[in-house]
């Protein structure tokens, strides 16, 4: 019962109600210290929607027709506040950086100052009298009709006026802020008379910077910085967080722009990309998208999301793409399902020609950022595999796997739900490397929360993303119905479920800073405390001496006793043999 | 073209009936382009470059007076604002607050008003603009004077 198979049963995913991974089920476990170990405000809606069910939306996200009903609408308003014309209105705003409210404000306060600043004259000035007219930029003498002015009453003739409107729109978003040509006069001159004024094609480029306007200028707007995507987002400063998830399927961070980045902060987030960009070189090697087989040293390619890698045929030697440990080893015997995200475990294993590479061209530093970032780029690829895999899903695999198990499309939604889970998940956990890294390595306690969460996640998310890939192509490449389908959907959308659960902790976690780790106190882990702790998974089978019997929980958890480490009586944390003191909750080794 | 041909043909005409004028400035067409044309300008009262006469280049682009002329000084001189091996100047209607109905002439005024005022916070002469920003008045005085008599001023005798 504890070999990994068992855990990939759907029955099995149910009863895996340790508190970190099943969230609202630990709450009705019998079990009697379960509920310590839940999380804070586990969401218990299993709602459809597995990417934004989150706190509620503090954003709007806005096509280019929204984008124009807001701007016509501000305009307006503004109009009929200050009964000033729709042209005068648009001035103020655009000055004002689209803020009503600013407008409102500067306008009551000093209505007079505004207007010189921006040039809207109180009252309008005719054209000179006079029969003819000579124009303020070709000299020319023309009869009064074919000239034409703005506010101020400076003449130019249409042929000028053209020329100087065109020159200012092709000049960039400046031709928003037009100003009489007479370098003497600061009038502004209005939308009217540009569209009046301009051809075709000018038109349509200031018609484009008026709108960019409105989201670039406008400091609630912004737009969405996917590449070739056209919605902006209006989003409510204040509460919440800064994640905005885009309609074209870009999640991004307001704050910062950068592609979202929960649970890490926007200026860990720019110091890893400094850091980055400063290491890229060295890094080039780490990216490549092949390694050699630890076996037989030809050169793999991985080509799957998931991180077990099988050589080609006559090798076949299974092994981890992170660490090149044989797969057969990231069991209980090195310490977990998968040791592998502990930089430690990583090094300790440094038996393996990469490692041993590694080694030699790097100094302690860079060998530790290499572990870092290497785990955080191979989660982005994974990620940007897994977007490539739910495309294909949707646009061919559905429909095939509809028609071999019979089954309408729209039961097939878990499998689109899974892979929205997977490559949100490798989003988070690309992250946590970023947040790894930034982790003071003197926070003993808080590294090993840290990891063993990680790892978890790491297992968890390996689980779900195996079920989704490799099992799921076994009901593709069938001739007829599969008996099991039931089970596979009901593993698959229970696997999709707790690995939400579980993730939304772990973002909720590291945002607070594991900042449980240090409330624990001497005493024993009862009442209050919010058992975060790394031993929540492990106590449910270790409170009791019943640790090793095989339930589920212990399959996966890290038996790290046989390598002479103790294990806490209170939290079950796993402590180094030298340790008189428990890590984890400061209880002293009985 | 034809556009900017015209208007500097009135440019032309207006400066053949003002030389009187504006004493301070002579602008001369090139005989042969109507694009090209050299300005002398007395070097402002009660600066260091009183007494000198500037020769200036314009350079007129096609899409004149849409887009304004580049304008350089031919006669070496010491200012914040001007580059001092290629006579490049920085000015902001010869660049983004360049308006139509600027003429040569006017532009000629707004340079002679810069050799009055320089601005040193944005310097092409960096010499020059480190003086006038430390408080070295005197300093960039004496050498804006020792350039103006040595390129500046017509040799004696
Ligand atoms: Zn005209
Ligand atoms: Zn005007
Ligand atoms: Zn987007
Ligand atoms: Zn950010
Ligand atoms: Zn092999
Ligand atoms: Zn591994
Ligand atoms: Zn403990």
């Given at each position: 019962m504890d070999s990994e198979d068992d855990m990939h049963d759907a029955n099995d995913v149910e009863s895996v109600d340790d508190g970190f991974y099943s969230g609202e089920t630990a709450m009705d476990s019998?079990?009697?210290?379960a509920a310590d170990y839940d999380f804070i405000d586990n969401d218990s809606d299993d709602s459809d929607d597995p990417i934004s069910h989150r706190s509620q939306q503090n954003y709007t996200i806005l096509n280019e027709d929204d984008i124009h009903l807001r701007q016509e609408d501000n305009i307006k308003k503004i109009s009929s506040i200050l009964s000033i014309s729709n042209n005068a209105a648009a001035i103020l705003l655009r000055h004002y950086n689209w803020s009503v409210s600013k407008v409102n404000d500067e306008w009551f306060a000093n209505e007079e100052k505004v207007r010189r600043i921006v040039g809207l004259l109180e009252e309008p000035r005719a054209l000179p009298s006079g029969k003819e007219l000579t124009c303020g930029i070709c000299f020319d003498v023309y009869p009064c009709d074919s000239m034409s002015s703005a506010a101020c009453g400076h003449p130019f003739c249409v042929t000028c006026w053209q020329g100087y409107i065109s020159t200012a729109i092709n000049d960039g978003p400046g031709c928003l802020m037009l100003r009489c040509p007479d370098p003497s006069c600061s009038a502004a001159i209005g939308q009217d008379m540009i569209i009046a004024l301009a051809s075709h094609d000018d038109r349509e480029k200031y018609e484009r910077y008026f709108l960019r306007s409105f989201v670039e200028?406008?400091?609630?707007t912004k737009w969405c910085p996917a590449p070739g995507c056209d919605y902006a987002v209006d989003f409510i400063v204040g509460g919440g967080t800064f994640d905005v998830n885009c309609r074209c399927s870009y999640s991004f961070c307001w704050n910062c722009t950068e592609e979202a980045h929960r649970p890490v902060d926007c200026d860990t987030v720019s110091k890893w990309i400094r850091k980055n960009s400063a290491e890229s070189e060295n890094m080039n090697w780490i990216l490549a998208n092949s390694k050699p087989c630890p076996k037989c040293k030809r050169p793999i390619e991985k080509?799957?999301?998931?991180?077990?890698i099988t050589c080609t045929p006559p090798c076949k030697f299974e092994f981890c793409w992170l660490c090149l440990g044989a797969w057969s080893d990231h069991g209980e015997r090195t310490g977990g399902f998968y040791a592998c995200n502990r930089y430690d475990a990583a090094k300790k294993e440094g038996a393996y020609d990469d490692t041993e590479k590694r080694r030699e061209m790097a100094k302690n530093s860079l060998e530790r950022y290499t572990h870092f970032y290497e785990r955080w780029a191979t989660n982005q690829s994974s990620r940007q595999k897994a977007l490539a895999d739910l495309q294909q899903m949707q646009n061919i695999h559905l429909e095939k796997l509809s028609d071999k198990q019979c089954q309408p499309e729209s039961q097939l939604k878990f499998i689109t739900e899974a892979w929205l889970q997977i490559v949100e998940c490798r989003r988070v956990l690309k992250w946590t490397y970023a947040y790894g890294y930034y982790?003071?390595?003197?926070e003993h306690a808080k590294r090993q929360l840290f990891e063993y969460l990680q790892g978890e996640a790491e297992s968890g998310l390996e689980r779900l993303h195996q079920c989704a890939e490799k099992e799921l192509s076994g009901y593709l490449n069938i001739d007829g119905p599969s008996k099991d389908f039931n089970e596979f959907r009901m593993k698959l959308a229970g696997l999709t479920s707790v690995t939400r659960n579980y993730f939304e902790n772990l973002v909720r976690a590291l945002e607070n800073g594991l900042s449980d780790v240090d409330a624990h106190g001497g005493t024993s882990r009862t009442g209050g405390s919010r058992g975060l702790g790394a031993g929540s998974s492990k106590s449910?089978?270790?409170?009791?001496?019943?640790?090793?019997?095989?339930t589920a929980p212990t399959a996966r958890s890290r038996n790290i006793d046989d390598s002479g480490h103790w294990s806490c009586e209170y939290c079950t944390f796993a402590n180094a043999k030298s340790a008189t003191v428990c890590q984890m909750c400061q209880q002293l080794r009985s | 073209m034809q556009a900017s041909r015209a208007r500097l043909f009135k440019e032309y005409k207006e400066v053949q009936r003002e030389k009187v004028a504006d004493p301070d400035i002579q602008l001369v067409c090139d005989d042969s382009n109507i694009f090209k044309w050299t300005a002398l300008i007395k070097g402002p009262s009660e600066t260091p470059y009183e007494g000198g006469v500037f020769q200036l280049a314009f350079s007129v682009p096609e899409q004149y007076p849409l887009q304004p002329p580049q304008v350089r000084f031919l006669t070496k001189i010491f200012h914040p604002n001007v580059h001092f091996k290629t006579g490049e100047i920085c000015l902001d209607i010869l660049k983004n607050a360049w308006s139509p109905a600027w003429t040569l002439q006017s532009v000629c005024r707004a340079i002679i008003a810069l050799m009055a005022h320089p601005e040193p916070d944005s310097p092409l002469n960096c010499d020059s603009g480190n003086l006038l920003r430390s408080g070295d008045v005197r300093g960039f005085q004496s050498m804006a004077k020792m350039y103006t008599r040595l390129a500046a001023m017509p040799k004696k005798g």
């Amino acid at each position: 019962m504890d070999s990994e198979d068992d855990m990939h049963d759907a029955n099995d995913v149910e009863s895996v109600d340790d508190g970190f991974y099943s969230g609202e089920t630990a709450m009705d476990s019998d079990d009697g210290d379960a509920a310590d170990y839940d999380f804070i405000d586990n969401d218990s809606d299993d709602s459809d929607d597995p990417i934004s069910h989150r706190s509620q939306q503090n954003y709007t996200i806005l096509n280019e027709d929204d984008i124009h009903l807001r701007q016509e609408d501000n305009i307006k308003k503004i109009s009929s506040i200050l009964s000033i014309s729709n042209n005068a209105a648009a001035i103020l705003l655009r000055h004002y950086n689209w803020s009503v409210s600013k407008v409102n404000d500067e306008w009551f306060a000093n209505e007079e100052k505004v207007r010189r600043i921006v040039g809207l004259l109180e009252e309008p000035r005719a054209l000179p009298s006079g029969k003819e007219l000579t124009c303020g930029i070709c000299f020319d003498v023309y009869p009064c009709d074919s000239m034409s002015s703005a506010a101020c009453g400076h003449p130019f003739c249409v042929t000028c006026w053209q020329g100087y409107i065109s020159t200012a729109i092709n000049d960039g978003p400046g031709c928003l802020m037009l100003r009489c040509p007479d370098p003497s006069c600061s009038a502004a001159i209005g939308q009217d008379m540009i569209i009046a004024l301009a051809s075709h094609d000018d038109r349509e480029k200031y018609e484009r910077y008026f709108l960019r306007s409105f989201v670039e200028d406008n400091r609630k707007t912004k737009w969405c910085p996917a590449p070739g995507c056209d919605y902006a987002v209006d989003f409510i400063v204040g509460g919440g967080t800064f994640d905005v998830n885009c309609r074209c399927s870009y999640s991004f961070c307001w704050n910062c722009t950068e592609e979202a980045h929960r649970p890490v902060d926007c200026d860990t987030v720019s110091k890893w990309i400094r850091k980055n960009s400063a290491e890229s070189e060295n890094m080039n090697w780490i990216l490549a998208n092949s390694k050699p087989c630890p076996k037989c040293k030809r050169p793999i390619e991985k080509n799957q999301g998931c991180m077990h890698i099988t050589c080609t045929p006559p090798c076949k030697f299974e092994f981890c793409w992170l660490c090149l440990g044989a797969w057969s080893d990231h069991g209980e015997r090195t310490g977990g399902f998968y040791a592998c995200n502990r930089y430690d475990a990583a090094k300790k294993e440094g038996a393996y020609d990469d490692t041993e590479k590694r080694r030699e061209m790097a100094k302690n530093s860079l060998e530790r950022y290499t572990h870092f970032y290497e785990r955080w780029a191979t989660n982005q690829s994974s990620r940007q595999k897994a977007l490539a895999d739910l495309q294909q899903m949707q646009n061919i695999h559905l429909e095939k796997l509809s028609d071999k198990q019979c089954q309408p499309e729209s039961q097939l939604k878990f499998i689109t739900e899974a892979w929205l889970q997977i490559v949100e998940c490798r989003r988070v956990l690309k992250w946590t490397y970023a947040y790894g890294y930034y982790l003071p390595a003197h926070e003993h306690a808080k590294r090993q929360l840290f990891e063993y969460l990680q790892g978890e996640a790491e297992s968890g998310l390996e689980r779900l993303h195996q079920c989704a890939e490799k099992e799921l192509s076994g009901y593709l490449n069938i001739d007829g119905p599969s008996k099991d389908f039931n089970e596979f959907r009901m593993k698959l959308a229970g696997l999709t479920s707790v690995t939400r659960n579980y993730f939304e902790n772990l973002v909720r976690a590291l945002e607070n800073g594991l900042s449980d780790v240090d409330a624990h106190g001497g005493t024993s882990r009862t009442g209050g405390s919010r058992g975060l702790g790394a031993g929540s998974s492990k106590s449910r089978g270790g409170s009791s001496s019943s640790r090793n019997k095989g339930t589920a929980p212990t399959a996966r958890s890290r038996n790290i006793d046989d390598s002479g480490h103790w294990s806490c009586e209170y939290c079950t944390f796993a402590n180094a043999k030298s340790a008189t003191v428990c890590q984890m909750c400061q209880q002293l080794r009985s | 073209m034809q556009a900017s041909r015209a208007r500097l043909f009135k440019e032309y005409k207006e400066v053949q009936r003002e030389k009187v004028a504006d004493p301070d400035i002579q602008l001369v067409c090139d005989d042969s382009n109507i694009f090209k044309w050299t300005a002398l300008i007395k070097g402002p009262s009660e600066t260091p470059y009183e007494g000198g006469v500037f020769q200036l280049a314009f350079s007129v682009p096609e899409q004149y007076p849409l887009q304004p002329p580049q304008v350089r000084f031919l006669t070496k001189i010491f200012h914040p604002n001007v580059h001092f091996k290629t006579g490049e100047i920085c000015l902001d209607i010869l660049k983004n607050a360049w308006s139509p109905a600027w003429t040569l002439q006017s532009v000629c005024r707004a340079i002679i008003a810069l050799m009055a005022h320089p601005e040193p916070d944005s310097p092409l002469n960096c010499d020059s603009g480190n003086l006038l920003r430390s408080g070295d008045v005197r300093g960039f005085q004496s050498m804006a004077k020792m350039y103006t008599r040595l390129a500046a001023m017509p040799k004696k005798g």
